[in-house]
């Protein structure tokens, strides 16, 4: 670290901001269950809690609908609470009812 406001140690009033400044670039981020074949109201829940912003992409796909298929980044992965992660999402059969 190169500089922190107030110095290293001092005691400060609670709810006070301190600034700290540095020049590595802090690589943690948030982890992506895999939510395959979840309902897609559920994944949106869980993912928002873990604060990420969730973009809904719907297609019809047989089975049962408002599961999730996929996601990209991909589930399993690591990423900044700053990206934006897509779902697909089923929402209904292939030529069936509109």
Do not use: C, W
Not at 35 to 56: E, Q, S
């Amino acid at each position: 670290m190169k500089l922190i406001i107030p110095e290293s140690g001092s005691l400060v009033k609670r709810g006070r901001k301190i600034q700290i400044y540095g020049d590595q670039e802090i690589n943690e981020g948030i982890f992506i269950p895999n939510l395959y074949g979840v309902h897609y109201l559920i994944g949106v829940d869980i993912l928002k809690n873990l604060g990420l912003n969730v973009n809904l992409v719907k297609i019809n796909y047989p089975g049962a609908d408002g599961r999730i298929l996929a996601s990209y980044p991909s589930f399993e992965s690591t990423i900044s609470n700053l990206e934006k992660i897509n779902l697909l999402i089923d929402n209904g059969e292939i030529g069936g009812n509109k």
